[in-house]
């Protein structure tokens, strides 16, 4: 059973950057495609970024697009995903996960970190 826990969220003002990380114990990530997802109040959950196990693809959606990265480091079992020109509308709570092979989540969500980005 894999356990995921997130970190490096924060209040920021707008403009300004976070770097989040998440790292795992109970399953190697090298072996999984990861991504970040995020949920919003009142919101359903949503994917943002994700990383494919080599490390050499990643997929962001439109709004984040130019101002997000995503990345990994195997050796540590951790993602990150550093987040840059953040705006009011990236407020919400950030998670990771390993994806399966139709890029649905595998483990049982972490606590998430949450992001608050003021205007």
């Known amino acids: 059973q894999v356990q995921l826990v997130e970190s490096g969220g924060g209040l920021v003002q707008a403009g300004g950057s976070l770097r989040l990380s998440c790292t795992g114990s109970?399953?190697?990530?090298?072996?999984?495609?990861m991504g970040w997802f995020r949920q919003a109040p009142g919101k359903e959950r949503e994917s943002v970024a994700r990383?494919?196990?080599?490390?050499?693809?990643?997929y962001y959606i439109d709004s984040v697009k130019g101002r997000f990265t995503i990345s990994r480091d195997d050796a540590k079992n951790t993602v990150y995903l550093q987040m840059n020109s953040l705006a009011p509308e990236d407020t919400a709570v950030y998670y990771c996960?390993?994806?399966?092979?139709?890029?649905?989540?595998?483990?049982?969500w972490g606590q998430g970190t949450q992001v608050t980005v003021s205007s």
């Open positions: 109970g399953r190697t990530f090298s072996s999984y495609v």
């Open positions: 990383i494919s196990w080599s490390g050499g693809r990643t």
């Open positions: 996960n390993l994806l399966d092979n139709g890029l649905r989540p595998l483990a049982s």
